[in-house]
């Protein structure tokens, strides 16, 4: 008994020690990241900051709950032997969803594919009503749109590129001669 939990915390150590050593490159990265010269409060160090900070933060406290003896119990598994059988439609129905997602986000832009794309996801992982699943992708696609555009000045596709394209050997003469 007590090898085996010895074994069960050598493998969540040596998961959470990659963790944390992970977070260390991403601060040391973000720290050597170029700053740009755009002026605003919010730079390009700023959330690979938040998340370098979080994931050395909570992986730390991960070793500390590891080192004092507290373990991760594995569900669904008995006598060593797996319970359930995987589900594959799900996964399929997300992995086509991104698919479709990364293909025509250039096409539709964000603000047809982002809503599209999550109520795809939402509704292979179970959620049942549509109508409020509809309109919760669409103000929250807005909201990301609207917040990513106007608050962080990082612009989304817009998408329909097509129909706002000037045929270029039509071009119409002003009358003035350019040198």
Known sequence: MILNSVKEAKGELVFTSF????????????????ESNVVGFVGP???PFAIGIA???LTGLQIISVLRGER???????GGQQVDKPVWRPFIQVLVAVIAYAALIDFLGFLIM??????????AL??????????IAVILAVVVFLGFTQGLRLYLPLGFDFINQ???SVEEDSGEETW
Request: glycine content about 8%; aromatic content about 12%.
């Open 19 to 34: 963790l944390f050593a992970l977070s260390i490159v991403v601060l040391v990265d973000t720290i050597n990241l170029t």
């Open 45 to 47: 160090k700023v959330f």
């Open 55 to 57: 994931l050395f933060v």
């Open 72 to 78: 991760g119990t594995p569900e669904g598994v008995e």
């Open 114 to 123: 982002g809503p599209v794309l999550f109520f795809a996801v939402a509704h």
């Open 126 to 135: 179970g959620a049942t009503k549509k109508l409020k699943l509809a309109f």
């Open 166 to 168: 000037i045929d270029p």
